[in-house]
């Protein structure tokens, strides 16, 4: 469980998260309209095995007051970070009194081992370990989200959906931004010049907490961009 | 097996997805039957010509992938078992290419912009053309403009396909092609460009000569502009 105020750092054991099957199949590709052959279903059980085997999950979270919210900005108290956001600025963190912000990975192993497939021209079993990987992460991000939401409703307080600097109005160059606030050991895990995170299996973000249920909405529902592939609803 | 024989296994297995014996395939009871391998190498054995194997086995078959991808019959993964069964196939046919007389449809280079790290879909365009019989040299991720310039005047390929995933890193296909200007190589290579945050507009908003929106279509945009 999280603690408020208190920078976490905490290495979870690998068959701690649940790689799902189906999960994997829809980062493939496979939607409604299909479901993966004999051959590719069972290379996709031995990658999700071969997975358990590389992955390192691990997070970094820290709790910090919301100082301040313009339409535009959002500052927090002591870390001197402001984040330049106007719809999760407005719809979100004008509502909330603290924000978690995280990192969480899964190591640098896995996409080791998936550049040694493609280099040596094994491209599928590469591109379905790359997608359990994707499947992998997303549910550290999910553990911890559960532990946050979980610390918060102790009292009786509301999270609100993650955000990673790239969705909404919300620039990936603000990576720099949130970077700083965390401020801390983070598992290796570095910016690259153009605020892509080493390992890329990583996701970092911020969830804000309050006591106002509007905060749990996604800004989805006001946006026009129906066709987006990230739309949470 | 006859030679004909022959061949339509081999297109089959390659729309299977079967790179040899040891391979399920995608319908039940094919594990232990011969694959692109061994089928390959039968036909060479039975001296079907290279053309021959490549046109009516491995093309013949990558066409009814394609259809079937498009027709959301096949994925991603189904469509990357058959390439790599094709790709197989060719690296088996290689040696008697020369002999046959048989040249590679054009060079292409790959590579995926500098400040991006995305490759699979670079991988997978790659994949397809080298089982549609095309030379590709794949630079890999992370590639400057000025690396790009300087093997496009090494290599004088017939094409140069640019990936890029993010509106951030896209921006370098642009620049890619300035460089290429200013090198005074543009008019020498024909430029295609793709990625998730890619569209036709963008593409001829920096002047590219093409944009696919997935592998197959890639294939198909090489395949047009070269005629």
């Known amino acids: 469980m999280i603690e408020h105020c208190k920078p976490m750092v905490r290495t979870l054991a690998p068959n701690s998260i649940n790689i799902e099957k189906s999960e994997v199949a829809r980062y493939l590709g496979y939607g409604k309209d299909g479901n993966p052959s004999a051959q590719i279903s069972s290379l996709i059980d031995s990658q999700i095995s071969e997975a358990y085997r590389l992955i390192e999950p691990s997070y970094f979270c820290v709790m910090k007051e919301v100082e301040n919210v313009e339409a535009f900005r959002i500052s927090l108290r002591g870390s001197n970070s402001v984040f330049s956001s106007n719809i999760i600025a407005r719809r979100i963190f004008s509502k909330c009194s603290k924000a978690a912000i995280f990192l969480t990975t899964i190591g640098p192993r896995l996409e080791e081992r998936v550049s040694q497939l493609m280099d040596g021209g094994e491209i599928l079993k590469g591109a379905i370990l790359d997608a359990v990987g994707n499947e992998a992460v997303e549910k550290v991000a999910c553990w911890l989200e559960a532990s946050i939401k979980e610390t918060a409703a102790a009292s009786g307080a509301d999270v609100s959906l993650r955000y990673s600097p790239g969705y909404c109005d919300w620039d990936i160059k603000e990576q720099k931004v949130l970077f700083s606030a965390l401020d801390g050991d983070l598992h290796g895990v570095e910016l690259t010049e153009d605020c892509l995170m080493m390992p890329r299996k990583s996701i970092s973000g911020i969830i804000g907490i309050g006591f106002d249920s509007s905060i749990t909405l996604s800004p989805c529902l006001f946006c026009n961009k129906t066709d987006c592939p990230s739309r949470r609803l | ?227």
Request: hydrophobic share 40%; no cysteine.
């Open chain 2, 1 to 227: 097996m006859t030679n004909e024989e022959n061949i339509q296994l081999l297109k089959e297995n390659i729309i299977q997805g079967r790179r040899d014996e040891n391979d399920e395939g995608l319908e039940e009871g094919m594990l232990g039957q011969p694959g692109a391998k061994e089928l390959t190498e039968a036909a060479i054995q039975a001296g079907i010509t290279p053309g021959t194997i490549i046109l009516e086995g491995l093309t013949a078959g990558m066409n009814v992938v394609g259809e079937k991808y498009e027709a959301k019959e096949y994925f991603i993964p189904d469509m990357l078992a058959s390439a790599e069964a094709t790709g197989l196939a060719m690296e088996i046919l290689e040696p008697h290419l020369a002999k046959a007389g048989v040249s590679s449809k054009g060079k292409v280079v790959v590579a995926t912009v500098k400040g991006d790290l995305h490759d699979i879909g670079k991988n997978i365009v790659s994949l397809l053309l080298k089982g549609a019989g095309y030379e590709v040299i794949d630079l890999g991720n992370d590639i400057p403009p000025e690396r790009i310039v300087e093997v496009v005047r090494q290599e004088n390929p017939d094409f140069l396909g640019l990936s890029a995933l993010l509106t951030t890193t896209m921006k370098m296909m642009g620049e890619t092609i300035n460089s290429l200007r200013e090198a005074g190589l543009r008019d020498r290579v024909k430029v295609l460009v793709g990625g998730a945050a890619v569209s036709q507009d963008f593409a001829d908003e920096i002047g590219a000569d093409g944009y696919g929106t997935d592998g197959f279509h890639a294939v198909r945009l090489v395949e047009e502009l070269r005629e």
